[in-house]
């Protein structure tokens, strides 16, 4: 696993008001790190709504250099 990889994952048991069942994430920390821990550290990747894009909540990953696993398809940013 390495940092800008996407990966879909279980975020399974939730707490509070997060999202349950597999989401897609972005692995934000560096391989050396993941093989060490066996624990990556990940951000959950969501369309975000219209809240967040209005309230500025949103990064966009378009032209990030973000990488696919070849588990999940990312879908270009709409721009609103």
């Known amino acids: 696993m390495d940092r800008g990889e996407i990966w879909l994952v279980s975020l399974d048991p ?3 008001h997060e999202q349950s ?3 897609p994430v972005l692995i934000v ?3 050396s790190f993941n093989k060490l821990t066996r624990l990556p550290v990940v951000v959950p990747i ?3 709504g219209n809240f967040a894009r209005t309230a500025g909540f949103t990064v966009s990953l ?3 250099g973000t990488k696919n696993n070849g588990r ?3 879908r270009p940013a709409q721009n609103h």
């Open 46 to 48: 969501t369309s975000g």
């Open 14 to 16: 939730i707490a509070g």
């Open 29 to 31: 920390s560096k391989a």
């Open 72 to 74: 999940y398809s990312l």
């Open 62 to 64: 378009e032209g990030a």
């Open 21 to 23: 069942g597999k989401r």
